[in-house]
Structures are given as structure tokens and as C-alpha cells.
């Protein structure tokens, strides 16, 4: 899966790495050929422009390194951007709720697009890996013949169907399920709803009746990964009109461009859960969102190496403005610098919670509404500063506040605001300067 795609992107950010110093432009060029790829492989174009953008921001600003070229740092900017398209916040997409039993898990998805295969599949894993007792039954009352592939795929695979009664609706089918599920002692029942080869009212009426029978643990939805472009759509209309938990993308042993899996969490807000690599019972994995972008890119090593000199240049950077800060100097400079570090650590509890003695602070700051937005703005009126007036805030008077706020497009409370607060953390900082180094290091105050 993403050969392609992979062969593209690698192609187009291992020319950067040739090259010394890079240029904007040498950048800009570079996405440019990124976006392009990321269109071939069947991204999606919102998708696609929101990657691109967000790459261009985070190496215009970012600290260059002497250690690793800027094309190394490009990489793991990408690196890092496929892996946040790839995952959203979600920390186990590979995971299923099956912890209260009978779990009922509902499979839905078009005809075709390998339901009733991944159904007996996860329901191999359940029992391998997990050592749940497993039912499944085909509520698919049309077609006699994929129940009847639902039960020789269980005898195959030694998991538990429910037999088969004729003239049963699908919600009728469910409702037994749960019985048996319930009388027999298993842990999870699965429900392989019936597909059609389209979209269509009927079918989500239907499977949102047995939804509402169910009431499954987790919804899946199967989509054949080849459709590309498709398989988002179809993923967005059955999360609109049933609601589903998390995506199996299946045939993505095949060369399909891969787009569906890079689009489908940014379009749907749902995880890709699992992806389908073959027709055999055990040919499906966990989405891991890190394997599949580093599989996408082809670069561990590089990535790695960015990693472990970013660590480097952020203890080097800690510890001269430690430095400072003993001898009692906190200009505008530090006072952006730790709010950028705020940004990047997502808020204030996790940065204060390392500095000694800021309990205060930050509970003022709490106060003060200091989130993500506060902090842009912050940042802001730093920028809209003069060199000097960062290195002396003293400076700060009346038609500078007024023009520097302007310049922000903010008032001059707000400036007054930050000013304040640039005191207290300097007056702070000074108090644990001249408690000395031990007074710096981490909890040596509390
Ligand atoms: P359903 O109509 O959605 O239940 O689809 P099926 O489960 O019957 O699958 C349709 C066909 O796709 C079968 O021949 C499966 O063996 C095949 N299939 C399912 N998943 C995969 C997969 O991940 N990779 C490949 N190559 N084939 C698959």
C-alpha cells in the first residue's frame, strides 16, 4: 500500500536534503510537488491544502539546527503533519470497546466492500488475541448466500453463528442474537448487516433500526480502500445518517493510491480503526497511524535524527535562559520565547507544572482566560514591539503602547495586560535567580 504515493513524496523531499541552505522558495517548490503527489494519490483536495499549509507554517517557523539539515527538518515536519492527518487526537484507533459483555458490534457498509470477511476477521482476532468468546449473525435476510458465507467462514475460523431462521427481519435477527449472546456466556456478538451496492434510504433505515436494537458498543463501517475519493463519501453518509465509531479500510494490499486513508479522519472525524490486506483470515491490522506514515514516507532514520538534535537544541536553549533568569533578565524576548513554549505543550498547566513556584501564576493566568487564542495574541503584541522595546520593557510609554497595540490590532489594555504580566514573571524570575542554581532546578521551590 502507498508505494506510489511513497515513492513520490520520498522523491520530492530527498532533493531538499541535498541541498545545504534552503530558500522559501526551494520549500514552497517542494509542497507544491507534495500537493501534487498527495492529489494523485487520491487525497482529497481540502485535505490536501490544509497538509500543504500546515507544513509551510512549521518550517517558516522554526529554529534552524546545526546539527540536521533544514531538507531533514522539512522531512520531519511532513513526517509529523501525515501522522496528525493520519490520526487526529486519537491515541488507540486500533482498539475496540469489548470490555462489558455481551458487546454488541455493529458491522455496516456497502455491498462488496468486504463486510461479511472483516467480520469474520476481527472476530478471529477477538478470539486469538483477546480470548473473547465470539458470536457473529448475518442480519443479511435478502441474500440467503451471505448468511450462508457468514456461517462456513465461522466454521473455517472455529467461531460461533447464529443459526439461521428464515422469514426473520433484521431487527427480529438482532434481538435473537443478543438472547443467545446473553444465554450462551459470550463476550461480544457481531452484527453483519446487509449491504447494498449504492447508498440508499431503505438500507440506512434498516441498519439504523437494528442500531437502535443493538445499541452496539462500536460501529464500524467497512470500506473498500481501492474507491478512493468514494469511500470518504460513503464514510461521511453513513456517520451523518447511522453514526459509526470507527473504519476498516479494506484492500489496501492492493495498489490503490491510498488517498481514502489519508482523507478519511480529516473529512469524517472518525478513525481508521483496522485495514483489510488480503482475503485470508488473518490479513488485517491495527491502524497504526505512526507505521502507515512511516511507511508513507520511507525516513525513519531521518526522522529520528530530528527528533533526538530537537531535544538537544531545546535543553541548550533552556539552559541559557536559565542563565539569564539568575541574573535577573527577563525581557519581552523570554517572555515570547516561554509562550511559544506554552503553545507547543498546549496550554499552561504543562508548562508551569515544570517551572518551581508558578502554582500562583498560573492560577492567575487560569484566570485571565490564557488559552491558545490568549497566547496568539500575546505573541502578537511582542511581534508588533521594536527590537529595543523587547530588550527594555522599561521603554514601554504611552505612544509606543498605543502604536504597538495598533499594530496588533488590539487595545492598549490589552498590551497593559500583557505588560503586567511580563512584571510579575520577571519579578518572579529574579526571586529565583537569587535563590541560585538549586532554586532553579525542578521542584526546588515547591
Ligand atoms: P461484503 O459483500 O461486503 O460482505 O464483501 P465480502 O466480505 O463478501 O468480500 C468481497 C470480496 O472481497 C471477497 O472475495 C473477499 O475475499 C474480498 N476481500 C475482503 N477484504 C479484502 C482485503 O482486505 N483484501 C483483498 N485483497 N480482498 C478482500
Partial sequence: MFENLSDRLSGVLEKLTRQGALTEEDVATALREVRVALLEADVSLPVARDFVKSVQEKATGQAVTKSVSPGQQVIKIVHDALIQTLAGDDANAGELKVSSPPAPILMVGLQGS??????????????????????????????????????????????????????????QIAKRAK?????????????????????????????????????????????????????????????????????VLTRMDGDGRGGAALSMRAVTGKPIKFVGLGEKMDAIEEFHPERIAGRILGMGDIVSLVEKAQEQIEAEQAERMMKRFQKGQFNMNDLKQQLEQMQKMGGMQGVMGMMPGMGKLTKQMDE??????????????????????????????????????????????????????HRQMADMMKKMGKMGKKGLMRGGLS
Fill in 179 to 247: 438472547q443467545q449472546a446473553t444465554l450462551g456466556g459470550y463476550d461480544v456478538y457481531m452484527l453483519d448487516t446487509a449491504g447494498r451496492l449504492s447508498i440508499d434510504d431503505e438500507l440506512m433505515d434498516e441498519v439504523a433500526a437494528v442500531r437502535d436494537e443493538a445499541k452496539p458498543h462500536e460501529t464500524l463501517l467497512v470500506v473498500d480502500g481501492l474507491t478512493g475519493q468514494d469511500a470518504v463519501y460513503t464514510a461521511e453518509n453513513f456517520n451523518t445518517r447511522v453514526g459509526i465509531s470507527g473504519v
Fill in 368 to 421: 485571565a482566560g490564557l488559552d491558545d487564542k490568549v497566547l496568539k495574541r500575546q505573541i502578537a503584541l511582542i511581534d508588533s514591539m521594536t527590537k529595543q522595546e523587547r530588550r527594555n520593557p522599561a521603554l514601554l510609554q504611552a505612544s509606543r503602547k498605543k502604536r504597538i497595540a495598533k499594530g496588533a490590532g488590539m487595545d492598549v489594555s490589552d498590551l497593559n495586560k500583557l505588560i503586567k504580566m
Fill in 114 to 171: 468486504g463486510k461479511t470477511t472483516t467480520t469474520a476477521k476481527l472476530a478471529k482476532r477477538l478470539t486469538d488475541r483477546n480470548k473473547k468468546r465470539v458470536l457473529m449473525a448475518s442480519l443479511d435476510t435478502r441474500r440467503p448466500a451471505a448468511m450462508e458465507q457468514l456461517a462456513v467462514l465461522g466454521m473455517q475460523i472455529g467461531v460461533d453463528t447464529l443459526p439461521i431462521v428464515a422469514g426473520q427481519t433484521p431487527v
